[in-house]
Each structure stands twice: as structure tokens, then as C-alpha cells.
């Protein structure tokens, strides 16, 4: 049962270029998502959450597509320090309760920014 | 600085010794939880604590042990039981352990290798 999916990847893509990729979900009734950031060998760290009208933080967006059950990231001119791993979680717990260990966590989508 | 910090970053056991990892937390948090990461996979869930003096097991929590004295302390003990324990482990914290929305701050991780 494959519940949070992504695309390992890698993504290459040249400097300054704009890039997106998709998770999708299990469970319709997921309340909460998010997108971590985590570098070769480190500790993920909050990227943005996703919300449902979608939000824009800089040069990232994040979207969230109830209906078809995906949630999508965009990098727009892109930057040779936006390489790294992106993590979907997404809170699978029926109605977002339980606290942070209903998150469950894709494994990863690479990205690789070339000069 | 508020943050959460592991020890010891390397670590490495001779089959069939216990060791136990530190995590301690100055961000007041409520919930401490502890992942493991192996390459290409998604983070998985070990134990988690919503309040101190109790703790819940995860997914994989067989082989491993936990206690919650403190509210800044939540070691985790990777045992002899343990069959594959080669692996990076991730220490996290959130605020409010009842909270589907609950962000997650992780540990700088600690590497276990077992030879």
C-alpha cells in the first residue's frame, strides 16, 4: 500500500529554469501537507505547508488538488542552492487528528540544479 | 538559539550491544518523536511522546525502547533485538502533541553502523 508517492527523480534542471513536481495521497479525508526540504546527509527542515487555496512563499508555490488527491511544488529561477531532496508529508490521519505522528512522509523527489 | 540536539552524530556497534541515543529539546515542545531514514526510503515513525512520562510506539518500534522523564529528553534505545539497525535516526519535536497541523523540527540526526 503505497500511501504518499513521489518521484525519486533526479530532476536536472539548468539555473534559473522553473521546475514542479507532484505527490499524491491515499486518503481523501488528509487534512494537512507539507513540503520539507533535506540537503545530502542532513535533517529535513520545514519548506512551506500546503493550504488549500494554495500559497506562495517567494519563488516557491505549493498547490493542493483535493479532487485528484495530489499536492505539487514550483520552483520558479531556480538557484544552484535549491538542489536537494523534497519531502511531501502529509497528515493521513481521518480528519488531520492525532498529532504529528499521523504524517507520513514520501520518499523524496531529487533535485539537481546545473549551472 | 532554541533547537533540538543528537549525540552522538556517528556512532558505531559491534553486533548484539545495545546503544542508546541522546535528543534533547529547548523549544518547550510537548511531542518528541524519533524517525528512522534508510536511503531511498521514507522517514518511518519509531516512537513518539505526546507528553512526558508516556510514549506510544510507531510503526517499527520493535527493537527499540524509549522513555519520556523530561520534557526536554527523549532518548532512544536501539537494542540487540534490533535486526537491521544500520540506519540514520531523526529526532523531532512539536509544540502541541494533539494537533494534525503540527510542524515538525528535526535533530541534526545521528548514524548508526553496526559491523
Known amino acids: 500500500r503505497k500511501e504518499v508517492e513521489q518521484d525519486p527523480g533526479p530532476f536536472n534542471v539548468p539555473e534559473g529554469a522553473t521546475v514542479a513536481f507532484n505527490c499524491t495521497y491515499s486518503?481523501?479525508?488528509?487534512?494537512?501537507f507539507f513540503w520539507y526540504r533535506q540537503d545530502c546527509r542532513k535533517e529535513p527542515k520545514l519548506l512551506m505547508s500546503?493550504?488549500?487555496s494554495g500559497n506562495e512563499d517567494g519563488r516557491f508555490t505549493a498547490q493542493l488538488n483535493r479532487a485528484s488527491q495530489y499536492i505539487s511544488l514550483l520552483i520558479r529561477d531556480s538557484k544552484l542552492s535549491d538542489s536537494a531532496t523534497y519531502l511531501c508529508?502529509?497528515?493521513?490521519?481521518?480528519?488531520?487528528?492525532?498529532?504529528?505522528?499521523?504524517?507520513?512522509f514520501g520518499k523524496g523527489t531529487h533535485l539537481i540544479i546545473q549551472p | 538559539d532554541g533547537g533540538i540536539t543528537q549525540s552522538p552524530k556517528y556512532l558505531f556497534r559491534k553486533e548484539g550491544q545495545n546503544v542508546t541515543l541522546s535528543c534533547e529539546q529547548n523549544?518547550?515542545?510537548?511531542?518528541m518523536y524519533w524517525y528512522r531514514q534508510d536511503p531511498g526510503q521514507g522517514l518511518r515513525l519509531i516512537y513518539y511522546?505526546?507528553?512526558?512520562?508516556?510514549?506510544q510506539k510507531g510503526d517499527i518500534a520493535e527493537g527499540y525502547s524509549v522513555s519520556r522523564e523530561k520534557k526536554e529528553s527523549f532518548p532512544l534505545t536501539v537494542t540487540s533485538a534490533q535486526k537491521n539497525p544500520t540506519a540514520f535516526y531523526l529526532c523531532?519535536?512539536?509544540?502541541?502533541?494533539?494537533?494534525?497541523?503540527?510542524?515538525?523540527?528535526f535533530g541534526a540526526g545521528s548514524r548508526l553502523t553496526v559491523l
Open positions: 523531532a519535536s512539536s509544540p502541541n502533541g494533539h494537533s494534525g497541523a503540527n510542524v515538525l523540527t
Open positions: 486518503n481523501s479525508a488528509s487534512q494537512s
Open positions: 500546503v493550504y488549500s
Open positions: 508529508v502529509v497528515n493521513m490521519r481521518l480528519g488531520g487528528r492525532g498529532g504529528a505522528d499521523g504524517l507520513t
Open positions: 523549544l518547550n515542545h510537548d511531542a
Open positions: 511522546s505526546q507528553i512526558v512520562n508516556d510514549f
